[in-house]
């Protein structure tokens, strides 16, 4: 046990380290950043997954103190609250397990936590990360209206016949005060996800998962109650001000998440066809070049919500 112990903690410093060099690596590479931030995710995903809550803590420590002392405090809370414990709490949930027997189902069998509340807290954690990075920096109109004038002086200076009158500019900067956390929350819970995904099957081929595989399409929703939130967000983006960007936020962080489910129903009502593989290639290139087509997955996602957990006998685990 003390072997095991030491073995966890070691790699939970490993991770940790690795993550934090990721995170730096991001502030010099700006246009890789996003990528890197995401994948400081995965050092404390297969830490966690592999060696369990032990290492995943000692992950996030170790990434937090490191970004502290070699950066700054500021860029360890931002790398905490954005990244690394949504990563650690992530490894928890998905080595969580109890008796089938619970739930009515088979005894001598584990039935493990499921995908669809894992996603659903994906979404959340997001969603605070984002808020609290939000309170930090101060990101408000003002903000958002210093971007779009930037980005305005750049158009003009490329096309001098470029003259937007005030309204157009004002209704461009309302709009983008919306659309930043929208887009945002959107792409950072489908990179978490990504690098989630990339984790477990690492961990797999490593021999060291305690959760079983599990077949993506047929078990990546999102839960029913993670509708109310969304809808709620919808609301809150008709109120103004601080409001209307959490609502936005939060629009675009289980948005993602019921994308990705439609993705995932997508491909599995595909199952088995011959046309599948060029539809599937149609589908992923008309939302990365049209973006409208995405409403279609998303409406998909809304649609089927359900929790199918993933049940294997004890001694397999």
């Not at 297969?46 to 992950?59: E, F, K, M, P, V």
């Not at 990360?129 to 779009?148: C, H, L, T």
Request: net charge positive; glycine share 10%; aromatic share 10%.
């Amino acid at each position: 046990m003390t072997n095991v112990n030491r073995t966890s903690l070691l790699t939970g410093v490993l991770a940790g380290f690795t993550a934090a060099l990721l995170s730096m690596g991001a502030n010099t590479q700006s246009s890789l950043a996003i990528v890197l931030y995401a994948a400081s995710a995965l050092p404390i995903l297969i830490a966690g997954l592999g060696w369990g809550n032990a290492a995943a803590i000692t992950a996030i420590v170790t990434a937090g103190a490191t970004g502290a002392v070699l950066v700054s405090p500021y860029f360890a809370l931002l790398i905490l609250v954005v990244t690394l414990i949504p990563a650690g709490w992530l490894s928890h949930l998905a080595n969580l397990a109890r008796p089938a027997s619970e739930l009515g189902g088979p005894d001598e069998a584990l039935a493990w936590y499921p995908l669809s509340d894992i996603l659903s807290h994906l979404a959340g954690l997001v969603t605070v990360g984002m808020i609290i990075v939000g309170v930090i920096v101060g990101y408000g109109a003002d903000i958002s209206d210093r971007m779009v004038d930037i980005v305005i002086q750049a158009v003009k200076a490329q096309d001098s016949a470029y003259n937007p009158d005030a309204a157009a500019i004002a209704q461009i900067k309302s709009l983008f005060t919306l659309a930043l956390p929208l887009v945002q929350g959107a792409i950072w819970v489908l990179m978490l996800f990504t690098a989630y995904y990339l984790a477990t099957r690492i961990v797999q081929m490593s021999g060291r998962s305690l959760r079983p595989r599990e077949d993506i399409p047929s078990t990546l929703r999102m839960h029913r109650n993670a509708i109310f939130v969304f809808l709620g967000g919808l609301v809150l983006t008709f109120l103004g001000g601080a409001p209307a960007t959490i609502g936005a936020l939060i629009c675009g962080t289980f948005g993602a998440g019921f994308l990705l489910a439609g993705f995932a129903s997508f491909h599995f009502r595909t199952r088995g066809k011959s046309w599948r593989l060029p539809v599937l290639w149609i589908a992923y290139l008309s939302v990365l070049v049209f973006t409208i087509p995405a409403f279609f997955f998303l409406l998909s996602g809304l649609i089927d919500t359900r929790r199918t957990i993933a049940v294997t006998p004890v001694g397999k685990n």
